[in-house]
T-cell receptor, first 112, second 113 residues
Framework: DTGVSQDPRHKITKRGQNVTFRCDPI?????LYWYRQTLGQGPEFLTY????????KSRLLSDRFSAERPKGSFSTLEIQRTEQGDSAMYLC??????????FGPGTRLTVL | GENVEQHPSTLSVQEGDSAVIKCTYS??????FPWYKQELGKGPQLIID?????GEKKDQRIAVTLNKTAKHFSLHITETQPEDSAVYFC????????????FGTGTRLQVTL
């Protein structure tokens, strides 16, 4: 257990529904990342926060995706109008002002 | 952007043998190279990392080597045990604002008795 927690661990939804995931980073970690991992692949970067500021977003992050980190603590990732292609493991990672990133257990999303 | 290739995709070794996983990267600006172990249904767990100013790093049965000229780095696991069975990912980061990681496609390691 790295100390990064994610909720829920599993989410099953129907196509077109909105879903929201939460990540609680290790306390005092100012960096927070979201990655997406599909079956048989490595994680792919989605977005990055330093404190409450969202400083970088991947092209993978379509306008149906939005992430927030109010007050620089926990973060939420929302997917609107889910599609079957959104089915994946969504991973959160946190770190201090260095490169090292510690991952949470992930939220597995299944879109029916 | 950065591209990381990882080989082999699967590796089967007998308990007690050594395992080697190799990765190459494309961006010469990359300066941080972590390795993660991922077990089924869990998030990636950092097992060792190396920075570009170091050529080799060791932690008990695990070692990582880096060749900046050739742009490749390798993970070495000695005296493998059944609990080493998992998927291993290499990654590279070129720093910058985000220090985002670009991952390889993973190696499934199976340690047999």
């Amino acid at each position: 257990d790295t100390g990064v927690s994610q909720d829920p661990r599993h989410k099953i939804t129907k196509r077109g529904q909105n879903v929201t995931f939460r990540c609680d980073p290790i306390s005092e970690h100012n960096r927070l990342y979201w990655y997406r991992q599909t079956l048989g692949q490595g994680p792919e970067f989605l977005t990055y926060f330093q404190n409450e500021a969202q400083l970088e977003k991947s092209r993978l992050l379509s306008d149906r995706f939005s992430a927030e980190r109010p007050k620089g603590s926990f973060s939420t990732l929302e997917i609107q109008r889910t599609e079957q292609g959104d089915s994946a493991m969504y991973l959160c990672a946190s770190g201090r002002s260095t490169d090292t990133q510690y991952f949470g257990p992930g939220t597995r999303l299944t879109v029916l | 952007g950065e591209n990381v290739e990882q080989h082999p995709s699967t590796l089967s070794v007998q308990e007690g043998d050594s395992a080697v996983i190799k990765c190459t990267y494309s961006d010469s600006a990359s300066n941080y190279f972590p390795w993660y172990k991922q077990e089924l249904g869990k998030g990636p767990q950092l097992i060792i990392d190396i920075r570009s100013n170091v050529g080799e790093k060791k932690d008990q049965r695990i070692a990582v080597t880096l060749n900046k000229t050739a742009k490749h780095f390798s993970l070495h696991i000695t005296e493998t045990q059944p609990e080493d069975s998992a998927v291993y990912f290499c990654a590279a980061s070129s720093g910058g604002t985000a220090s985002k990681l670009t991952f390889g496609t993973g190696t499934r390691l199976q340690v047999t008795l």
